[in-house]
């Protein structure tokens, strides 16, 4: 059962800065994506940043030069490092994962969310 556990958010003033960490665990199998979506009161979960398997990244326009998304060498643990936050960045941050089981077979795993909260 792949698990994932994240921690760091909370509220901070706007300008400031957090970092996301998420630890995955339960699978032998490597991870072809890492990264986090973000929720915001009403409207629809959206993509923030990823870092593939072979550590390229993605990040969201609105969130590119700001954030930045990175994971550990045994590729357990991936982290967003968010700076510069605004009250926009305010959202419930989820941590995905998608697995490769190989033969062209993934699945993506979920987080439990972490709020996130940029005062003005």
């Known amino acids: 059962q792949v698990k994932l556990v994240e921690s760091g958010g909370g509220l901070v003033q706007g300008g400031g800065s957090l970092r996301l960490s998420c630890a995955v665990s339960g699978s032998s199998f490597p991870y072809s994506r890492m990264g986090w979506y973000r929720q915001a009161p009403g409207k629809e979960r959206e993509l923030v940043a990823f870092?593939?398997?072979?550590?390229?990244?993605n990040y969201a326009a609105s969130v590119k030069g700001r954030f930045t998304v990175s994971r550990d060498n045994a590729q357990s643990t991936v982290y967003l490092q968010m700076s510069s936050l605004k009250p926009e960045d305010t959202a419930v941050y989820y941590c995905n994962v998608v697995v490769d089981y190989g033969s062209g077979s993934t699945m993506g795993y979920w987080g439990q969310g972490t709020q996130v909260t940029v005062s003005s």
């Open positions: 870092i593939y398997r072979d550590g390229s990244t």
